[in-house]
């Protein structure tokens, strides 16, 4: 892929074509139409690693920025890709930013200022469903 290739405008050049073709309302989930177990699966695992980390950082009190950083770039434009910017930066939220310091865990207020609790990834595959299903 180059640096030029914009997955949401490719999504809706796609739908567009469709809907003209078809001349209906045509959904196209930009690869997010995965299976449920495979999302799962993957936020399961890189929120083992970022607690991981988050523990790491506490019980030795060193930085791993230099080291980690690099990584979790790559995984952000890993997940950019496969779910397009808008999944990819809930993700991104759901690992970073979803668990206060005091280990609370904080609603996610989308753009309607609706209020989502995710608890698990299972919850979280389920708001995604509904964001899929708004294309």
């Not at 490719?10 to 999302?39: C, G, M, P, Q, W």
């Not at 950019?80 to 207020?109: A, C």
């Amino acid at each position: 892929m180059n640096e030029y290739f914009n997955s949401e405008e490719e999504r809706k050049n796609i739908k567009s074509l469709f809907d003209d073709i078809l001349n209906a309302d045509t959904n196209v989930y930009e690869n997010v139409n995965v299976y449920k177990k495979h999302f799962i699966s993957i936020v399961t695992n890189l929120e083992r690693g970022a607690f991981g980390e988050k523990q790491f950082e506490k019980e030795n009190v060193r930085d791993l920025a230099p080291v980690v950083d690099p990584i979790w770039f790559s995984v952000e434009l890993m997940l950019t890709h496969l779910y397009g910017n808008e999944v990819g930066s809930l993700i991104l939220w759901y690992l970073f930013d979803r668990i206060d310091i005091d280990d609370n865990i904080l609603p996610y207020i989308d753009e309607h200022n609706n209020t989502n609790l995710f608890d698990t990834p299972e919850d979280l595959w389920e708001y995604v469903k509904l964001l899929i299903e708004d294309y």
